[in-house]
T-cell receptor, first 113, second 113 residues
């Protein structure tokens, strides 16, 4: 069964910490995406990547960075975590091409205290 | 700018009812539309993917239709069960040569015994 795996289901971090959220897919997909989901705001795109070492800003990139050193792995980095980054983070992947759908991971609930 | 709306925001029905969830989008130039299910605190599970050239897709008790010209999609759930209780999200992949999905804010469904 094809999968997108997010390494942590729940994380609690302190304000100012550097936080890494990891996402791995086993489908050889070219595209990978990071979203955050908040009540009343829906899913918002943070960053995405079309290829290894490629990255593009989404709608809300401020306070985040990403890394894609290998095709299967896409990491989201919070350089200095803040309480307003407490959220559900969702990773997704898709094959390149307009006709393909997304596959999502199970999400990481991050709490910054 | 593409906007996706889902009505109603919440729905509560008795077990066994057939029900329809609605999704509308403002720009009809889409490549596909995807329906997802999300259980509380979990990631998104893909239910159905409809290409722009298709009118409907079926999977078990689920049927999704697409009317591009009117900017609408419906998800029909037959003989609803308590296990169908979840939030249902639709998302469109738009024009301008982008692989990004634009999400609606979801319909929260509760099916009671």
């Amino acid at each position: 069964d094809v999968k997108v795996t997010q390494s942590s289901r729940y994380l609690v971090k302190r304000t100012g910490e550097k936080v890494f959220l990891e996402c791995v897919q086993d489908m050889d997909h070219e595209n990978m995406f990071w979203y955050r989901q908040d009540p009343g705001l829906g899913l918002r795109l943070i960053y995405f990547s079309y290829d290894v070492k490629m990255k593009e800003k989404g709608d809300i990139p401020e306070g985040y960075s990403v890394s894609r050193e290998k095709k299967e792995r896409f990491s989201l980095i919070l350089e200095s975590a803040s309480t307003n980054q407490t959220s559900m983070y969702l990773c997704a992947s898709s094959r390149e091409g307009l006709g393909y759908g997304y596959t999502f991971g199970s999400g990481t609930r991050l709490t910054v205290v | 700018k593409q906007e996706v709306t889902q009505i109603p925001a919440a729905l509560s029905v008795p077990e066994g009812e057939n029900l329809v969830l609605n999704c509308s989008f403002t720009d009809s130039a889409i490549y596909n539309l995807q329906w997802f299910r999300q259980d509380p605190g979990k990631g998104l599970t893909s239910l159905l993917l409809i290409q722009s050239s298709q009118r409907e897709q079926t999977s078990g008790r689920l049927n999704a239709s697409l009317d591009k010209s009117s900017g609408r999609s419906t998800l029909y759930i037959a003989a609803s069960q308590p296990g169908d209780s979840a939030t249902y999200l639709c998302a469109v992949k738009g024009s301008y040569n982008t692989d990004k999905l634009i999400f609606g804010t979801g319909t929260r469904l509760q099916v009671f015994p």
